[in-house]
Structure formats: C-alpha cells, structure tokens
C-alpha cells in the first residue's frame, strides 16, 4: 500500500525517478473508473504534462497490451515499475506515438523510451498514467506525495526494504 505524505524529504529508502512529467496524485483522480476504484495497491496516477517517457532505472524494457500501452522497466533486483498510457492509445491505432526505444531492449535511467502527442491522446480531462510496482517479496513500505515532477529529474516514489 501507498503511504501519502505531504512531502518526501528526509526519509530514508531507495528513491525511483518519475518516468514521466507531470502531477502525480493518488489514483482516485484518475478519470477511468477501472484505476481510480483504488484496487491496485502499490499504484498512482500521473496528470501528464510533457510526452516524452523515460525508463525510471536501468534494466530491461518491454512493452505490451493494446498498441504497446503498457511499459514495463525491470531492475536486476527484479523489482519491476509499471506505466500504463491511456486506453486513448489503443484507440488511436498508435498514431502521435514515437517509439524511441526498442521493446526487449536494456535501457538506462533517464533513457527516453516513447514520445506522445498528448495533443492527440488527451480528452477534456486531461491525459494520464498509471505508474505502478509490481509485488516484490523485499518491499516493506512504499512513500508518494502529490506534487510536480520531471522525467528522469525528480523521485516519484521511496521505496523501504524489509529488513533481513
């Protein structure tokens, strides 16, 4: 489960960089109803503001379902951050989609993976994504707080390690 603060200062754990620009809040904004009826645990919901989405760490990149609308980052600690785009790309037969890097690839922290052109894919609620971890067995507690952030710039999540 998330934990909201108001802030993310000084709290200690291992700090996953946004893979997107824009407003991340809790997922009960998010205009699809299959998101914001908050089932999905360990999941927040990204207003984006800029097109261009980057891999959060280094590790291996795929992508799938509908038009490649789900993005998937594995790291070598199997850890695994999940992006899914709005269904408005599977609708969009991938047209304002630039794919920048090659599904099955490793990738960088910061490496641009897909470029949108939200122009295209935004309805009058605005255009967004859901940024999820998949369960990992070493996951203690994982922190979040509504606020702007930067592709590749800024932390969109602390993550806190079960102690061993």
Aim: hydrophobic fraction near 45%.
């Amino acid at each position: 489960m998330l934990t909201w603060l108001p802030q993310l200062t000084g709290l200690d754990g291992i700090a996953v960089r946004s893979p997107a620009s824009g407003m991340i809040l809790p997922l009960s904004a998010h205009p699809d109803l299959l998101y914001n009826a908050n089932v999905l645990a360990l999941a927040l919901c990204i207003k984006l503001q800029h097109g261009t989405l980057v891999a959060p760490f280094a590790g291996h990149y795929s992508a799938c379902l509908q038009s490649n609308r789900r993005l998937r980052f594995k790291h070598s600690s199997g850890l695994t951050a999940q992006l899914d785009l709005p269904r408005s790309l599977a609708n969009s037969n991938s047209k304002g989609v630039i794919t920048l890097t090659a599904p099955g690839s490793l990738v960088s922290s910061g490496q641009p993976v897909v470029k949108l052109d939200l122009q295209s894919l935004q309805g009058d609620s605005g255009c967004y994504a859901v940024l999820m971890l998949l369960p990992h067995p070493a996951i203690q507690k994982v922190f979040c707080a509504a606020r702007y952030v930067g592709a590749a710039e800024d932390t969109a999540v602390i993550i806190q390690l079960n102690n061993k």
